[in-house]
């Protein structure tokens, strides 16, 4: 079981910034790319940004600029640096991690359980 446990979401004005965090906890033998997705409501969710193990960062045409991740693999940790905030970013902001098991070498794919990120004046 691996558990992902996000913070810093919370109500901000155009143009702030915020930064997210995401803990991963439990039985983790690696894991191979952390990230952070969104879903406004009445959307669909989508890709903010990932970042795979040793590899490129990838992030959504809508946030290239402006957001920023990192990742603290002694800590099992991704953030989300998040610039320049326009109300079009509001949405429930959910962390992923993709990696193995450490009890059965199995993959695992886990989500938090969302913070809220609200751009508002």
């Known amino acids: 079981q691996v558990r992902l446990v996000e913070s810093g979401g919370g109500l901000v004005q155009p143009g702030g910034s915020l930064r997210l965090s995401c803990a991963a906890s439990?039985?983790?033998?690696?894991?191979?790319?952390m990230g952070w997705y969104r879903q406004a409501p009445g959307k669909q969710r989508e890709l903010v940004a990932a970042i795979p193990s040793g590899g490129m960062t990838n992030y959504g045409d809508s946030v290239k600029g402006r957001f920023f991740i990192s990742r603290d693999d002694a800590k099992n940790t991704v953030y989300l640096q998040m610039n320049s905030l326009k109300p079009e970013d509001t949405a429930v902001y959910y962390c992923?991690?993709?990696?193995?098991?450490?009890?059965?070498?199995?993959?695992?794919?886990?989500w938090g359980q969302g913070t809220q990120v609200t751009v508002s004046s």
């Open positions: 992923n991690a993709v990696g193995r098991n450490s009890l059965t070498r199995s993959s695992f794919n886990s």
């Open positions: 439990g039985s983790i033998f690696s894991i191979n790319s």
